[in-house]
T-cell receptor, first 113, second 116 residues
């Protein structure tokens, strides 16, 4: 158990809909990262938050957004969903901004039908 | 542009023997490298890491070697056990010494099968 929790574990929704994925980092970790793992793209970095502020963006679509709340949990919002958004979404956390291992949650499997 | 490459999609070894997983990178700005193990339907599990100022790091049965001139790292597992069967990802980041973001760039993974 990494100490990172993610809900829900599975999500099935229709095209055009909006969903919210939730992540709670390990106790004491200030950085939260979101990654997407799809069949043809591997694990891709989406976005990083550190202590409530956005720190880095990867190949995150404009239809996707995230935030980190004062209690340090984070939410990833996916809107106008397309079939190609079906993937595993992982959250990870680390103590600081850089230079440390990231610990991953169990992931949320999103299926868009 | 695949900055981190794992050219072997799969590897099969006998129990008790050495497993060697390889990874190449192209970005010379990477200064921190990690290996993760992943079982189906689970998140990646951190195994071992190495910073660019070292060329070797050891933790129990796992050793990571870094060859900066060749932009190559490898993970050695000795002795291999059936429970090691999983997908192994190498990852790289920049920013240990620059305070930049810690985003990880992952390779595509190598499926290790350890035969009893």
């Amino acid at each position: 158990d990494s100490g990172v929790t993610q809900t829900p574990k599975h999500l099935i929704t229709a095209t055009g809909q909006r969903v919210t994925l939730r992540c709670s980092p390990r106790s004491g970790d200030l950085s939260v990262y979101w990654y997407q793992q799809s069949l043809d793209q591997g694990l891709q970095f989406l976005i990083q938050y550190y202590n409530g502020e956005e720190r880095a963006k990867g190949n995150i679509l404009e239809r996707f957004s995230a935030q980190q709340f004062p209690d340090l949990h984070s939410e990833l919002n996916l809107s106008s969903l397309e079939l190609g958004d079906s993937a595993l979404y992982f959250c990870a956390s680390s103590p600081g901004l850089a230079g440390a291992e990231q610990y991953f949650g169990p992931g949320t499997r999103l299926t868009v039908t | 542009d695949q900055q981190v490459k794992q050219n072997s999609p799969s590897l099969s070894v006998q129990e008790g023997r050495i497993s060697i997983l390889n990874c190449d990178y192209t970005n010379s700005m990477f200064d921190y490298f990690l290996w993760y193990k992943k079982y189906p339907a689970e998140g990646p599990t951190f195994l071992i890491s190495i910073s660019s100022i070292k060329d070797k790091n050891e933790d129990g049965r796992f050793t990571v070697f870094l060859n900066k001139s060749a932009k190559h790292l490898s993970l050695h597992i000795v002795p291999s056990q059936p429970g090691d069967s999983a997908v192994y990802f190498c990852a790289a980041s920049r920013g240990v010494y620059g305070g930049a973001t810690n985003k990880l760039i992952f390779g595509t993974g190598t499926l290790l099968a350890v035969q009893p």
